[in-house]
């Protein structure tokens, strides 16, 4: 079982330690999670997936709760809209 | 469409921190079918987060093995959101939909941080406290940064214990509560028997860590050599926070910071319990001795029932569940543990009340409701939670209000108005179950019974 | 408000309410504004804000089509919030039949001046790619429109404001008596005439109209910019819509400018409690997936439900009550409130000031006699 892993955020690879989430991932990055409906970049706020800043574009699939998901290799994550 | 599967048991519980693993653990030792449902892929809801592999206090040990030995199902990964028929819940997964069929119900769905807007709170790298130690148990690295811990509660210090442990360096924790309010707290701690214990193992951890009472964050600044940036394409990438400036006693101080963890204290998870039909008292949902609702066989224990730490959820948890089996006399027994931990519930909550100066932090311009970013100025047009809500949208975001609530509760006084379902959002396709008892058929449009 | 006394007194502050605040108080009259809640809180909070042009009968048609017309000429003044956008409504047709449905709708618009085009099935999927293979084409009206209803009465109410109407909220109204209304503080606001703008519960007020509660429900989800264009509606909404009696559901969707879906409709007799009716919900929302399948993933952040105010002829009331000499109603517009709101209100206008009408009254005036009820 490997130590760390690579998901890609915003097309670029990014290693982070297995079962790490999402959300971690793309903060490791700098990357935000989404952009907000005024164009403000937003990222995790209460880690426990009630607050929703932390969706991101997951393999495709808009609007997941990056804080809640596990990271798995080759994940392709993306920020929101 | 909707072939979820359907279960049934004579009690769930639903919230599977402290306060569910004792309820199930204690009815399904008395012998009843129990399942224990949390949206969580582990058990141990926030205070225990990471289920029994993080499991850093005996007590967590202990239930999550007395939980284990009882034979409570453990459901996980499922988000309860939505009661379509009575005795029903549905849960939604990642990958599915289950129908929940209960004859008892015990509600321990915990509490959630409260967070205060104040200018730049929505940049990246301003979290929760619990936020924050949430994103460090996920994995987050934290060697070597430095971490602002504001707010108020003692999930303050909790936090900042944690952070170190992992090796952040804690510049520094902000407590907006009084000296002499922390003093008569740490006094009152010494008529807790446990909490001695609690508080000279977290005094020991916090040594060398600066604290400052009657401070509180002002600003949130992010990266300046970015700001020119700021109107290009790809700049969202770069702006995140870099120093926080704080209320010090009256004095503004800034400090550099990577992170800077911010709550105020906790609310509870009463959404749940509100669309079930029970009774809520002073935002807290009532419950008699035996930790029973307004509603008939749904019993609440926890958080949503006072803000009481784990040692209370722990009590109110065990009594609900034998409660919940009929197991009156022993659960009467505990009634003696469980009021002397509610009174260090109701010193918490006089300690950590929010000070008026808070109501003060927001600018014109900060924003309040982050799902739609709706700023201050605007909702100060409006003279109701429900006026705000309809005419700006505050609150209809996906976090329902979770987040703007509470602070607009504090910023304007409003009282919120009725839950709706869904309590989380679901999946279209899974809003969509029908009931059991009608039989589902083609339906064509104007001609239903 | 004292005693002062106004040439108008309006009970019932949503989009109807509004709309007739704005029209007297333009005309230069003295207007006051009553409501037990806040702007807009009733059918217009819990509605979809489609504007659109009916065809269900003459009368129906007139004042949609007059009203619809007056929103285009007022969108220019309404603020951001108010969301007005020209989508257009494509009513969607499943089969043949609906076809040749759409096909008489199409002469009947023309007939009478409305823009509308038909759309083969080709034609339909690149409008609105999301819908399902199979469906066989639609009709096109572009004129219609969307937009999110309580800003628009909020905007009317506050256009009426600056012109000199007060406006009382959450205050309920429990009496209109002969010129005057009684607030349950006892407090009494005098008008030369009075308007019921009440809506679903129009008959509390007024004893004796015929206005009876028809339940909807509505989804609201995330957002997906791009997934929906359109209004779009499928034409069996129109049996829904006509049938007096049977509970039904029809797939109507909307896209909200922020990029969220709105799906709807139901109509249910005989519900009175405002709680989600699990039944009609599973029913509409399979009924929505069966037309676009990919609302399934969606993410659904809010139910509600909310009350039409529905009248036997499915007409709304608009005009003096019989036998109440200063009292005119304003209410009982079914699924049409937003779209017809701001007609209502010029037409109530001109009745009271004598002004010359632009759509004839006589099919909306509460004294009509009710030749038959219509059982679908």
New interface residues.
């Given amino acids: 079982m490997p130590n760390e892993i690579i998901v890609r955020v ?1 097309g670029a690879p990014v290693s ?2 297995a ?3 999402v ?2 991932a793309m ?2 990055a ?3 999670c989404r ?19 932390c ?1 991101a574009i997951v393999n495709g699939i ?2 997941s709760r990056s ?2 998901l ?1 990271c798995e290799p080759e994940m392709d994550v993306r ?1 929101d ?1 | 469409m909707n072939n979820g599967a359907r279960q049934g048991f004579e009690i769930f519980v639903i919230g599977g921190g402290p306060a569910g693993i004792a309820a199930a653990a204690c009815a399904a030792e008395a012998g009843a079918q129990v399942a224990i449902v949390d949206e969580n892929l582990t058990l141990g809801g926030q205070i225990w987060r990471g289920g029994t592999a993080e499991a850093d206090s005996s007590d967590a040990s202990h239930w999550h093995s007395r939980l284990k030995t009882a034979g409570v199902v453990t459901l996980c990964g499922k988000r309860v959101f939505h009661q379509p028929e009575a005795g029903v819940l549905l849960a939604e997964s990642a990958d599915g939909l289950s129908h929940l069929r209960y004859r008892t119900l015990i509600l321990a769905t915990g509490a959630r941080e409260r967070f205060l807007p104040f200018p730049g709170w929505t940049l990246p790298n301003v979290a929760g406290a619990g936020g924050l130690q949430a994103l460090v148990k996920s994995g987050l690295p934290i060697q070597c940064k430095q971490v602002v811990v504001a707010g108020t509660g003692p999930l303050l210090l909790a936090v900042a214990s944690y952070l170190r442990k992992h090796g952040a360096e804690i510049v520094l924790i902000c407590e907006q509560a009084s000296w002499s309010k922390l003093a008569r707290f740490g006094i009152a701690l010494f008529g807790h028997a446990g909490k001695i214990g609690q508080s000279f193992q977290l005094a020991k951890e916090l040594k060398g860590i600066p604290f400052a009472a009657n401070s509180w964050p002002v600003i949130a600044h992010e990266a300046k050599a970015h700001e020119e940036k700021a109107q290009g394409n790809n700049a969202q990438g770069n702006r995140v926070l870099e120093a926080v400036t704080i209320s010090r006693a009256g004095k503004p101080t800034t400090l550099k910071c990577d992170y800077l963890a911010c709550g105020f204290h906790l609310v509870p998870n009463c959404e749940l319990p509100i669309l079930l039909g029970c009774r809520i008292l002073n935002g807290y949902v009532q419950v008699n001795d035996f930790q029973e609702t307004s509603v008939e066989k749904i019993f609440c224990a926890g958080e949503p029932t006072g803000i009481g730490g784990v040692d209370l959820a722990l009590m109110e948890g065990q009594i609900a569940g034998l409660a919940a089996v009929g197991r009156r006399s022993e659960a009467q027994a505990l009634f003696g543990k469980r009021e002397k931990f509610r009174r260090f519930a109701r010193i918490l909550e006089e300690t950590f009340r929010l000070r008026p100066e808070l109501r003060n932090l927001p600018s014109d311009d900060t924003l309040v409701c982050r799902c739609e970013d709706v700023p201050l100025s605007r909702l100060r047009e409006h003279s109701s939670w429900r006026a705000a809500k309809l005419h700006t949208r505050c609150g209809m975001g996906p976090c329902q209000g979770r987040i703007c609530g509470p602070a607009t509760e504090f910023l304007f006084q409003w009282n919120p108005d009725s839950i709706r379902p869904p309590v989380f959002p679901a999946r279209v396709e899974n809003l969509a179950a029908m009931p059991a008892q009608s039989q589902p058929r083609s339906v064509a449009p104007a001609e239903l019974e | 408000m004292g005693k002062e006394s106004y040439d108008v007194v309006i009970v019932g502050a949503g989009i109807v309410g509004a709309a007739c605040a704005d029209a007297f108080a333009g005309r230069g009259m003295r207007v006051a504004v009553v409501d037990r809640d806040v702007i807009g809180s009733g059918a217009t909070a819990a509605g979809m804000g489609h504007i659109v042009v009916m065809d269900d009968s003459e009368a129906q048609f007139a004042l949609t089509n007059y009203s619809q017309r007056l929103w285009q000429e007022l969108h220019t003044e309404l603020p951001d919030d108010v969301e007005y956008e020209q989508r257009g409504t494509i009513w969607v047709a499943a089969d043949e039949e609906e076809m040749v449905e759409v096909r008489r709708k199409r002469d009947y618009y023309q007939q009478r001046g409305v823009a509308v085009e038909v759309l083969d099935a080709t034609q339909l999927k690149e409008a609105e790619p999301n819908l399902r293979d199979g469906l066989c084409g639609g009709l096109l009206v572009p004129g219609d429109a969307v937009l999110y209803p309580p800003c628009a009465a909020r905007f009317l109410m506050n256009r009426a404001q600056k012109r000199g109407a007060r406006l009382r909220l959450g205050a309920s109204v429990p009496e209109i008596l002969e010129g005057r209304v009684r607030l349950s503080d006892g407090q009494e606001i005098v008008g030369d005439i009075v308007v019921n703008a009440t809506g679903a519960n129009a008959a509390e007020l007024t004893p004796g109209i015929e206005i009876k509660k028809r339940k909807g429900h509505l989804v609201i989800t995330d957002r997906y910019p791009g997934f929906l264009r359109h209004q779009l509606v499928e034409l069996g909404y129109l049996k829904s819509a006509h049938s007096v009696a049977r509970d039904s559901v029809a797939f109507n969707v909307q896209p909200r400018r922020t990029g969220q879906i709105l799906i709807g409709s139901s109509r249910q007799y005989g519900a009175e409690h405002k709680e989600v009716d699990q039944i009609m919900l599973a029913k509409m929302l399979r009924r929505a997936q069966e037309y676009m399948p990919a609302l399934g993933c969606m993410s659904a952040l809010r139910v509600w439900t909310g009350f039409r105010a529905a009248t036997p002829d499915k007409l709304p009331l608009i005009g003096p009550c019989p036998e109440r000499k200063s009292l005119f109603l304003a209410t009982g517009h079914e699924g049409l409130g937003i779209t017809t709101s701001l007609g209502t209100a010029r037409i109530l206008a001109d009745q009271v000031t004598g002004a010359r009408r632009e759509i004839p009254v006589e099919p909306y005036l509460p004294s009509r006699t009710i030749a038959d009820h219509v059982h679908a």
């Fill in positions: 915003n982070v330690p079962g790490a989430t959300a971690v903060m490791m700098s990357q935000p952009t907000s409906v005024t164009g403000e970049p937003r990222s995790t706020l209460c880690g426990m997936g009630i607050c929703f800043e969706r808009p609007h804080c809640q596990p920020t809209e």
